[in-house]
Structures are given as structure tokens and as C-alpha cells.
């Protein structure tokens, strides 16, 4: 790929991770407004932690009322918050490859902080599942509130491209060093 070709697609890869982080707030709020899109026999839609709490009760959960469906909301965007901020940076990340920095000290600053909200991703989910499950659950009688607490193969694979997306970043970084000593003997 030509110098030209990586910057186009470099910006492009920029514009993609924004729309990818607005559709994936937007789409979590509208499962909790229209649950039976997260139903796995019609849409199957969901992201993570909804869909682990909806797939199953869309029928009920459409009755929520509009202060639970808010909460739902609120709860379950906690993790994907830190995963946008993950994903704003690899868009940083991108935008900074389209000017030509490939070894800037800023980009592995990036990358790492891509790593990190990954792994803060999973622990927020983690956490987050079960306040969810009892808020989901808290109007249901007596011996049918949940408490739900899940640790799936997709967060030990999330946890382990966390760690390695953060050892590349030092890697990186100290790329970017011998980069800039070499640059002061030209």
C-alpha cells in the first residue's frame, strides 16, 4: 500500500470508529426503549451486557416502566462508555497515521490507552451485570429476582488482545525513542 493509500485509509478507519461508537450507544438505548430487538428469535440485536439481560426477557421487559428502562440504560452504558473512550482513541490513533505519524510518541500514548479501556471494559461489565440483573428483576415477586454474575470465553479473549494491545504500545513507544535519538544524528 502506497504512503497515499495508507493515509486515505487511515482516515477513513477514523470515520468508521466514530460511527461504530455512536451506533453502539445509540443502538444499547434503543434495545432498552424496543426490547424485542434484542429477542434472539426475531432481530437478536444486543451489545454485550443488554443483550445478556434482555435476550431472554423481552417480552417482560417491555413493561418496564420508563424509570427502569432509563436505568437499564444508564447501567449497562457504564461499560460501553469506557469502551467509546477505548475506541475514540484508536480513532486518535488513525488520525494521527493520516498526518504521517507513525512514531510519534503520542500514537503508542494511544494505543495504550486503547488497551486499557478494553481490560476496563470487561471489569466495568463484570461489575455492572449484577446491579443490572437486580434492577431488571427488582419488581418480579419474591424468589424470582436474579442476581447474574457471568464470566464468558469473549472476556478472557477481550482481557488477553488487552494485554497484548498494551505491550505493542510499549513496544511503540519505545520505538518512537530510538526514532527521535536517530533523528537528532541526522
Known amino acids: 500500500m502506497t504512503t497515499h493509500g495508507l493515509v486515505q485509509f487511515s482516515r477513513r478507519m477514523a470515520t468508521v470508529t466514530l460511527i461504530l461508537i455512536v451506533a453502539m450507544l445509540l443502538l444499547n438505548a434503543v434495545i432498552w426503549v424496543y426490547p424485542p430487538l434484542a429477542e434472539k428469535e426475531s432481530w437478536g440485536l444486543g451489545f454485550a451486557l443488554t443483550e445478556r439481560q434482555l435476550s431472554q426477557m423481552a417480552d417482560t421487559a417491555t413493561l418496564f416502566p420508563w424509570w427502569q428502562k432509563l436505568g437499564g440504560i444508564v447501567l449497562s452504558s457504564i461499560p460501553l462508555l469506557a469502551l467509546a473512550s477505548g475506541l475514540n482513541h484508536l480513532r486518535r490513533l488513525f ?92
Open 95 to 186: 488520525q494521527s497515521y493520516a498526518r504521517g505519524e507513525y512514531f510519534a510518541r503520542e500514537t503508542a500514548e494511544h494505543l495504550g490507552k486503547v488497551g486499557r479501556a478494553v481490560a476496563i471494559w470487561v471489569l466495568l461489565d463484570f461489575l455492572c451485570e449484577p446491579m443490572l440483573s437486580l434492577w431488571v428483576t427488582q419488581n418480579a415477586p419474591v424468589g424470582e429476582r436474579l442476581l447474574t454474575l457471568s464470566i464468558t470465553a469473549a472476556s478472557f479473549v477481550a482481557l488477553f488482545l488487552a494485554a497484548c494491545i498494551s505491550i505493542i504500545a510499549r513496544i511503540l513507544a519505545q520505538a518512537s525513542e530510538v526514532d527521535r535519538e536517530n533523528r537528532t544524528f541526522i
